[in-house]
């Protein structure tokens, strides 16, 4: 261990010509020997920490409970969030998180539990884990669900590696490509690289359809599967999805779906009756679990019948039926082929019991109506933006819409000139630059939980800033004008990284 | 950089297409001198990523093959694969680019090079777009 003594004064990396920041760290808050707890007097023998664990340069923060609860909360005054405004952030699905959610989650019996617990005394979380398993597997149509996956990019993992699987116990080792549209998701190339298979990239048409040519061009045996997500990411319902799937399985490959845009489909459309054989839900976008910073999230994989073999694990399944008086025995167990864990434990166990609350609450009418109003909100903004934005396709949208933030007439504007604006008006800008086939994207998903008022407030909003791109551009280049942080140099940030308030004292490990 | 939408916007900026190159539809130009030959982005390419922030390069001695992704750039807005027009031997790597990516904002085809190979098949340089064509390509996306 090195010498402590010139350690103790820890220098800060902020450049000096940066502005103080809005709000102190916690670590310049407070008063050496200040504390928020009081510990009871131990009734058990003090033991000291091992010597090679105590690290007395440590620069810990010394504040009072009331220090630290105002700290929190000027940060979370400084940030915009669902409960404070819209949040038409496309593709990402920002919708409401009821509350209702948050009190189940802090159950003593749900909070309180230890996932090392024996079976035998967690029956009730096993019963909620294994009720949410059927209900995915019901809402897509698919035979059953591993709640395993972190997130929704896990969820493509698990998908893809039991398609490669799949495809390595019929003894077709061949097939390593994987068929992905322009307009996807990146973290479907993604997955398809970390799954060690290749990309093959199909180019959307002028409607924003998969073209149906190319794809029977690149179709063969060398094909694992394709990957699609179904609105796609234009938000539009691919016209030809059961021709898709047909030349898919007509040359032997497997359909996934990225179930990224559930929102249009609950209680509609089953993804398995379309014909796909595996997808993943994000619990935070469609099921109203906390999403972004919030989370974490959570990304169950649902499959058809054979490829439930393969499913990561362990699940839960019913190891004893119940009968009229006593309810089943629940345990879990790894599927008999699975491609194994993905998470400690048994997932994001909180986030299931959010999704669990909320679609109990709904119900399956209930759902029909979060997709019928989510689908009828983008529809109404996109047909009053119409005409005011240009849009590349002009046809029924899902429940998310692209329009490009760019006029002829008003040069130098850009999408991020308008999403920066945005934020003058207490909104949160939507997607921007996604998909990248569209220019100067910008991808609007109201939500179902928003109101007609809302979303009115909203077009207003874009309306007047079309009228400002035009007339007043600098109001858009210097904005946001109104935000505790005005427009920051995303450039600078990109190339000079600096990602700790402070540097951590050097010392040898 | 790949846009399959042919829509009747009108044209927002004219492009940079200088006529002794040749281009892919990928949006990659190629300088052949001899059996050498310069390969960079060009500058509708470099236009729609907007500012870049980071170019991942390949090494010297790498093999390029035609069509196939040899190096990245990332913007602020996207990061994007860069194609090889033609097959060969990279003989130089402009290292300049790991601190100054922006040097292909401001001079696609000069200074923002990417790599020099040695072409393995030089032929292949002939089924590329020229500049006029490139350009009517550059336009038709817009």
Known sequence: ?509 | MDNAFEKGFPDMAEWNTPEDLRYTENDEWIRVTGDTARIGLTDYAQDHLSDLVFVELPDVGDALTKGEAFAAVESVKAASDVYAPASGQIVAVNTKLDDAPETINSDPFGEGWIVEIKLSNPSEVNSLLDAAAYARHCASRE
């Open chain 1, 1 to 509: 261990m090195m010498g402590t003594a010139e350690m103790t004064q820890p220098t800060t990396t902020q450049a000096e010509s940066a502005p103080p920041p809005l709000e102190p760290l916690i670590y310049d808050l407070g008063a050496p020997g200040r504390t928020g707890v009081s510990l009871p007097k131990t009734d058990v023998p003090e033991a000291p920490l091992p010597d090679d664990l105590l690290r007395a340069e440590l620069d810990l923060p010394e504040v009072s409970e009331l220090d630290t609860v105002r700290h929190f909360v000027r940060l979370s005054q400084l940030n915009h969030s669902i409960d404070t405004g819209f949040y038409p952030l496309g593709s990402c699905t920002m919708k409401y998180n009821p509350k209702i959610n948050e009190d189940m989650a802090r159950l003593p019996g749900f909070a309180l539990a230890h996932p090392l617990q024996d079976p035998s005394a967690s029956q009730g979380a096993l019963a909620l884990m294994y009720t949410l398993q059927q209900w995915l597997a019901e809402i897509s149509g698919m035979a059953g669900a591993s709640l395993q996956p972190a997130a929704g990019a896990q969820g493509e993992f698990a998908g893809i590696l039991m398609i490669r699987a799949y495809h390595l116990a019929n003894g077709e080792p061949q097939r390593t490509k994987i068929i992905v549209p322009d307009s996807a998701h990146g973290t479907n190339p993604a997955t398809t690289a970390m799954a060690g298979l290749q990309v093959v990239e199909i180019p959307s048409d002028a409607n924003g359809d998969v073209d149906l040519d190319r794809l029977h061009e690149v179709c063969g045996d060398d094909v694992a599967g394709m990957m699609i997500t179904v609105p796609n990411t234009l938000g539009v319902y691919e016209t030809n999805i059961k021709q898709i799937v047909d030349v898919i399985h007509g040359c032997g490959g497997l359909m996934y779906m990225d179930g990224a845009n559930m929102n249009a489909m609950l209680g509609v459309a089953k993804p398995a009756d379309l014909g796909f054989d595996v997808m993943h839900y994000n619990l935070h976008k469609t099921f109203s679990t906390p999403h972004g910073g919030g989370g974490p999230g959570s990304g169950p994989v649902a499959a058809t019948e054979k490829l439930l073999p393969f499913l990561p694990g362990p699940i839960v399944v019913v190891l004893e039926e119940g009968d009229g008086d006593a309810p089943p025995l629940y345990g879990l167990a790894m599927p008999e082929q699975s491609i194994g864990r993905l998470k400690a434990f048994w997932g994001n166990f909180g986030m299931l019991v959010r999704a669990f609350a909320y679609i109990s609450t709904y119900g399956a009418q209930g759902l029909r109506d979060v997709t019928n109003h989510a689908v009828l909100n983008a529809n109404y903004i996109r047909a009053r933006l119409k005409g005011v934005y240009p849009m590349p396709f002009d046809r029924i949208c899902g429940h998310e819409f692209v329009c490009e933030g760019h006029w002829k007439e008003a040069e130098g504007i850009h999408a991020l000139d308008i999403s920066k604006r945005l934020m003058d008006y207490g909104i949160h800008p939507p997607t921007n630059y996604f998909p990248l086939i569209v220019p100067e994207a910008l991808l609007i998903e109201p939500t179902e939980t928003e109101s007609k008022e809302a979303c009115d407030q909203f077009v207003e909003a874009m309306i007047k800033i079309a009228e400002e791109a035009k007339t007043s551009p600098e109001l858009l280049h210097d904005a946001p004008h109104t935000t505790p942080v005005g427009r920051v140099d995303d450039v600078l940030a990109a190339k000079q990284l600096v990602l700790c308030c402070r540097v951590l004292p050097d010392y040898e490990t």
